[in-house]
């Protein structure tokens, strides 16, 4: 496996999910940090919230839903295309959904920031994929 990365966003409404897929992350030693956000609101506002070195948390890669209440993954990649490049820059964001709609996938595409778009559940193998992504960005 390649380099830690320092902190990873998991951005899903389901707690069960959430856990596993720390768990694939811790497995894999894959990141120093493991974050995470139930929607894409609060997922927005732990990007723009500086924490206590007074540094955007910026992590180097966002695991994101599509179907989420609040705020789905669309709407949460409309918003971050919005936000300062100095809050986004360098990040890769994946989604990891049950969608299954061609739709879905090309909606999400269409966002320049989504560089994969993966079924869930999560696997050991899949992990590895987006920690491998990450590394060579």
């Known amino acids: 496996m390649s380099e830690k990365l320092k902190r990873i966003l998991l ?3 389901s707690e069960a999910t959430n856990a596993m897929n ?5 497995r894999l030693n894959g990141a120093e940090q493991i974050d995470v956000a139930k929607n894409g609101a609060e997922a927005i506002e732990y990007l723009t919230n500086k924490g206590e070195d007074g ?3 910026r992590p180097e890669l966002i695991v ?3 179907n989420m209440p609040v705020m789905n993954g669309i709407e949460f990649l409309e918003a971050y ?3 300062d490049e100095a809050i986004k820059g360098g990040i890769i964001i994946i989604m990891l959904t049950t969608s299954m709609l061609e739709s879905d996938e090309t909606s999400a595409r269409a966002f320049e920031s989504v560089v994969g778009y993966q079924s869930k559940p999560l696997t050991l193998e899949k992990a590895e994929e987006m920690l491998t992504k990450c590394a060579r960005s």
């Open 22 to 26: 720390v768990y694939l992350f811790n």
């Open 55 to 57: 540094e955007y948390p």
């Open 81 to 83: 295309r919005e936000l």
């Open 64 to 66: 994101l839903d599509l």
């Open 11 to 13: 951005v899903d409404d």
